[in-house]
């Protein structure tokens, strides 16, 4: 087995008596592309700053690319690319001035500066684009210049903090794509966060999910799947609600849990899709409720996440960050 | 270098993209120039006074005659005549008319006999610098009236002069300094300050930190482009306001040689103390609410506005280590005094110690990471 790309072993990160980041511990294989999921606050941002040294750690250590982040930082900053959260390329300056200042910033000779340049323009998909200022663009596009832009050195490792965080369905999807490309053809080993529990299952080869600072499930997304009891979910909305319904479900065959969602709508957890789907229409009918709708489906990860942590991800209050400044004029979402 | 060059880069050429910088560290200098300079610098005309005469003697005909060639010649007020003072004191309240100058019965008799002859004179002293200016007019009158005739006609005709020919271009001149350092100070405010702040806060620094530049790159570079817009900023306000100002001392190369030695080691002090300000600032709100009260702790006791010897002793000692004092000192040498080189050295090597120590202060202070 050949050294990980990311070893992280029992890192923690305190601020004053918070703790943002508790004992986590986990490593990326070289060419992989690794998830870190989880809600606003989970401590996402905090474990790639401390991967990126961008903050020190406050206990434990972390490998990157085979240097230690504590010890030689300069080192690791060589080596890998960066795409903070906030989108950080100037608006007043064109796509090309943007990479160019980071090609400068990384030392990288004027010749391979703008071979480089060229390239990751490509691989974008933005080379029409590449005298526009970056102002005049959509979100998605600024969001490929962030990715060129960590591109312009030829790092082994990138980061990715929520790259699609804001985006429209049609461009996080070209996100992703261009993603598992850059990771085929350029031998990138990727770290991703994200709060989008699909997003994470269809790019990832794997996932930590993170909660609270905590790293509460490690494995290829359908590791996690087959780890949570039951195969299927069966979801249900009962005309009327009764609160007997919890009750009654939890007895039926194979049912492993069951969440009420909202006034009448339940998630079922089963071993067996269409065991609990006959009993269920059997039982409703023998009571003469009626059901307005009711859908078999495979566990995805918000059931991971739900197993795992007791709440629902997208139920999670989105906290306003600590301090943004108003958008400005001319610029895009 | 390369890594240093890169920031200053990504400065200019911010700076050049949108002018709105430059244009706001020059604006409010300017309409200071303009407004302020004509504003305080001109002369009280066209004031309105109540003349009540009770005695109609020669000695008030005198008197009335030496107001009118007031209202004709250098304009401070004209004059109405009333018939009762009460009429007139209540009319110089209710801001009717400015002063009121009552001439008492006997008021020629008494000029005569030389027994103590008054005149009386009410004024609205609510406004200080109108009253003070009809005040120090009767003042000159009532002595020219009490002296020879011929002398001080000649005596006040020189005066007259003296005011015609510059009306209001001393005070102008004596503001251009100060508003070339105002250029300065604000660019250095906003294009070294706020633009700094705001990019950290909107994660810029982020992204240059994840990268290899190193901590003494990075700080040289943020502050070497501060400077450089700084000094841009002072250049074009000291031709402008020259202009303005009508002063030809720009067209001398090596004034200009000064004035520019004086505008960079001006630019490295504001912007080496600027930078101590705010190395550990991250709230984008903060510069912009010292905005006002650095401008007053640094302008206003520098001499700017008027002259430090009229300073109490505190406000002296303030003005000592404030670099204002010493750019504007040197300015002004330059500008309104040709001093030459030897007038400014002593300001040139404050302002450059000042901004150098500033910088080796702040350097350790700033953080290499978040
Ligand atoms: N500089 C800081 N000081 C104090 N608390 C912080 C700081 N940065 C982050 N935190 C806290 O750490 C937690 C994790 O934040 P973060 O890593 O940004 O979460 P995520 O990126 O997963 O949304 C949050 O509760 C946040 O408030
Ligand atoms: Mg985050």
Redesign the pocket.
């Known amino acids: 087995m050949s050294t990980p790309a990311i070893a992280v072993e029992h890192i923690v990160k305190r601020?004053?008596d918070?703790e943002?980041?508790k004992d986590v511990s986990f490593s990326v294989a070289e060419g992989e592309i690794f998830g870190l999921l989880?809600?606003?606050?989970?401590?996402?941002?905090?474990?790639?700053?401390m991967m990126t040294t961008l903050i020190p750690l406050t206990a434990g250590k972390a490998i990157v690319a085979g240097h230690d982040v504590a010890k030689e930082a300069d080192a690791v900053r060589h080596l890998i690319g960066v795409i903070p959260?906030a989108l950080t390329s100037d608006p007043d300056l064109t796509v090309e001035e943007n990479l160019s200042i980071y090609a400068k910033l990384y030392s990288v000779p004027k010749a391979e500066r703008v071979k480089n340049i060229a390239e990751v323009l490509e691989a974008v998909d933005l080379t029409k684009w590449r005298g526009a200022q970056v102002k005049t663009l959509s979100g998605g596009m600024r969001r490929r210049v962030e990715i060129a832009r960590g591109l312009v050195h030829n790092p082994s490792i990138f980061f990715l903090?929520?790259p699609t965080t804001g985006l429209d369905p049609v461009s996080r999807i070209a996100v992703w794509e261009m993603l598992s490309n850059l990771r085929a053809k350029r031998n990138l080993s990727i770290l991703i966060?994200t709060?989008y529990m699909d997003e994470a299952d269809k790019l990832c080869d794997r996932i930590a999910i993170?909660d609270h600072?905590k790293l509460v499930a490690l494995g290829t997304p359908i590791e996690l799947k087959h780890s949570v009891p039951g195969a299927n979910v069966v979801e249900v909305h009962f005309d009327r609600e009764t609160p007997e319904w919890q009750a009654r479900l939890e007895c039926l065959d194979g049912v492993t849990s069951v969440q009420a969602e909202s006034e009448g709508f339940y998630r079922v957890l089963t071993s067996s899709g269409s065991k609990t789907t006959m009993q269920l229409v059997e039982l409703a009918a023998s009571l003469g409720e009626t059901l307005t709708s009711l859908s078999v489906q495979n566990t995805t990860l918000d059931d991971v996440f739900v197993h795992y942590t007791g709440r629902q991800l997208r139920d999670e209050q989105v906290?306003p960050p600590?301090f943004t400044l108003p958008p400005r004029p001319g610029a895009q979402p | 270098m390369i890594r240093m060059f890169a920031i200053v880069e990504r400065e200019m050429r911010k700076f050049f993209r949108s002018p709105m910088l430059m244009i706001m560290s020059l604006m409010m200098p300017i309409l200071q120039l303009l407004i302020m300079g004509n504003a305080f610098g001109g002369k009280i005309v066209g004031e309105k006074i109540a003349v009540v005469d009770y005695d109609h003697g020669p000695q008030a005909v005198r008197l009335r005659e030496a107001f009118d060639s007031i209202a004709v010649n250098i304009k401070t007020f004209t004059t109405v005549d009333y018939t009762d003072e009460v009429q007139a004191r209540e009319d110089v309240r209710t801001g009717k008319i400015n002063a009121a100058v009552i001439i008492p019965k006997q008021y020629s008799r008494r000029v005569y006999a030389q027994d103590k002859p008054v005149i009386g004179l009410v004024v609205d002293d609510s406004d200080q610098f109108s009253s003070g200016s009809i005040e120090g007019e009767m003042q000159s009158v009532v002595a020219a009236l009490t002296t020879p005739v011929i002398q001080p006609r000649m005596a006040s005709q020189i005066a007259l002069e003296i005011v015609e020919l510059y009306p209001y271009v001393n005070y102008l001149k004596f503001l251009l300094p100060a508003c070339v350092a105002m250029a300065m100070y604000i660019s250095v405010m906003i294009g070294g300050g706020m633009l700094y702040i705001d990019d950290k806060a909107r994660g810029v620094h982020e992204g240059y930190l994840v990268t290899p530049i190193t901590k003494l790159e990075l700080v040289f570079g943020l502050n070497l482009a501060a400077a450089i817009k700084a000094v841009l900023a002072g250049i074009c306000l000291t031709v402008i306001g020259s202009l303005i100002a009508g002063l030809g001392v720009i067209f001398h190369p090596v004034a200009d040689l000064e004035l520019l030695a004086m505008i960079i080691v001006t630019a490295v002090a504001f912007n080496g103390m600027m930078f101590l300000l705010m190395v550990r600032v991250d709230d984008p709100l903060t510069p912009r609410a010292m905005f006002g009260v650095l401008n007053m702790l640094l302008f206003y006791p520098s001499g700017a506005m008027y002259p430090i010897a009229a300073f109490p002793p505190w406000l002296r000692a303030l003005s000592v280590i404030d670099p204002f004092t010493y750019c504007i000192d040197g300015f002004k040498a330059i500008l309104l005094k040709d001093g030459g080189f030897t007038a400014i050295r002593f300001d040139l090597l404050f302002l450059f110690v000042f901004g150098i120590g500033t910088l080796l202060i702040a350097t350790p202070l700033f953080k290499r990471t978040?």
């Open positions: 601020y004053g918070f943002a980041v989880g809600p606003n606050g989970a401590g996402k941002s905090t474990l790639i700053r959260q903090d929520e966060t709060h993170v600072g906290k600590v | 978040l």
